[in-house]
């Protein structure tokens, strides 16, 4: 009987659209092997392998195994004739068989991949504050951060790490409150806007504002809830805004700062941290989320290249004359697109920093070695296609001035 209950649901809803006519081709398509190898292992787990399985139905399967591993070319028809005949173990065990195949094809390719821990993408206007807070503390030394639940509990791990506690979706500021009395140093919390209007509002600004804390709370506004798929905030597009209600409920000290200019960022944070005004301290750090800012402009983008517009795209990347090949952009930074590679030059041992394609343009890299005063090596270029006449131009005249500066 379980036998019959298991089966019934493949029967009555086939893995496959239909069997293979006779006298042509068997195959089998690639949803349909989708389809097989996700109902595999729920089968296998509801124990078919030790109760369901006839033993007749069972030696043809596994004979079925040792025919395509000496002819693994087989597979197709071997499988298509499973189907055909309404044989499902054959072509569950043969679906099981490919898949586990497959796994160990790509690991004999890869080889021992290095753990990767989840990371910001590529141009995350959250990022910069991070790096800017990195900078804060080496000045005025370690402070307790508060994180919260969202893309920004990334920055827990290398090569910022700088979350003392993370309790819950918007109890950043609340959870900073606990232990803001037996810290040196104000306690900082951080929050993004999604988690402000789920719960901050309530459990950390209020409560704050009520028991008179003296902390300080960096809002990240990038415009959506971008950790669980970039819906929309309630502050977005009408005009009920962070900083309005922020402001209606009592806050005196709020400054809004573009995540992108590292150093003002950390001159506002190391500004939140020594004044002398009491009470609650807000940074509001604006930068739309890359994600979405991607998908609006790429098509567009894809849209005037086919129609033959000019296009300027921004990229950077390093002079490795210039680099002194330390590293400590990588580590300040963390951002994906900065990665290191051997030296043109054979006289360098050490690699040098470089800046691959994934590259959008934020100027992260740039920021930070301007804002933490590090070796000069970065430099913005600006891609042009279809270029205007003017632009033409322009690149013939600085070619030719570079031409002439350069010794012969």
């Given amino acids: ?5 298991l089966w019934a649901p ?3 809803a086939p893995l496959f659209a239909q069997a293979p006519a006779r006298g042509t081709d068997l195959h089998v398509r690639a949803a349909d092997l989708s389809r097989l190898r996700d109902t595999v292992g729920a089968i296998l787990d509801a124990g078919v392998r030790d109760s369901a399985f006839p033993g007749a139905i069972a030696v043809i399967g596994i004979a079925a195994l040792v025919v395509i591993h000496r002819r693994p070319n087989w597979f197709g028809a071997l499988a298509g004739l499973g189907a055909s005949i309404k044989v499902w173990p054959i072509v569950l065990l043969l679906g099981e068989w490919d898949r586990r195949r497959l796994l160990r094809s790509a690991a004999a390719a890869l080889g021992a991949l290095p753990p990767r821990p989840p990371a910001f993408c590529t141009g995350c206007p959250e990022r910069p504050v991070f790096s800017a807070i990195k900078l804060m503390q ?5 402070t ?3 994180t919260d639940i969202g893309c920004h509990s990334f920055a827990t791990f290398a090569p910022f790490s700088p979350g003392n506690s993370i309790l819950g979706y918007g109890m950043g500021l609340a959870s900073s409150a606990g232990v803001g009395p037996m810290m040196a140093r104000r306690p900082v919390a951080i929050m993004g806007d999604g988690g402000v209007w789920h719960n901050g509002l309530l459990s950390g600004v209020a409560s704050n504002l009520l028991n008179k804390g003296d902390a300080v709370l960096i809002v990240m506004k990038n415009g959506y ?3 669980t798929g970039t ?3 309630i502050s977005k597009p009408t005009d009920r805004t962070i900083e309005n209600t922020l402001q209606g409920l009592g806050v005196g000290w709020m400054k809004t700062v573009n995540n992108y200019h590292v150093g003002d960022v950390a001159e506002t944070l190391k500004d939140a941290m020594t004044t002398d005004h009491p009470g609650l301290k807000v940074v509001i750090a604006e930068g739309e989320c890359q994600l979405e800012r991607q998908r609006r402009i790429r ?3 894809a849209a005037a290249l086919k129609a033959g517009k000019r296009v300027l795209r921004t990229r950077f990347g390093v002079d490795e004359d210039v680099c002194s090949g330390d590293h400590s952009c990588i580590r300040l930074s963390g951002c994906p697109s900065l990665t290191v590679k051997d030296a043109t030059d054979p006289l360098r ?3 040098v920093a470089h800046v691959n394609n994934d590259c959008v343009g934020c100027g992260l890299c740039g920021e930070v070695a301007h804002a933490a005063v590090l070796c000069p090596s970065f430099f913005r270029a600006e891609i042009i296609h279809n270029p205007s006449r003017w632009d033409r131009f322009k690149d013939s005249l600085r070619r030719a001035l570079i031409g002439w500066l350069q010794p012969a």
Avoid: K, Y
Avoid at 1 to 5: H, I, P, T
Avoid at 138 to 142: A, C, D, K, S, V
């Fill in 1 to 5: 009987m379980a036998g019959l209950a």
């Fill in 10 to 12: 493949l029967s009555a």
């Fill in 138 to 142: 080496r000045e005025l030394g370690p």
């Fill in 144 to 146: 307790h951060i508060s």
């Fill in 225 to 227: 809830t971008s950790a």
């Fill in 231 to 233: 819906q929309d905030v």
């Fill in 299 to 301: 098509p567009h983008n």
């Fill in 349 to 351: 041992v050490d690699p």
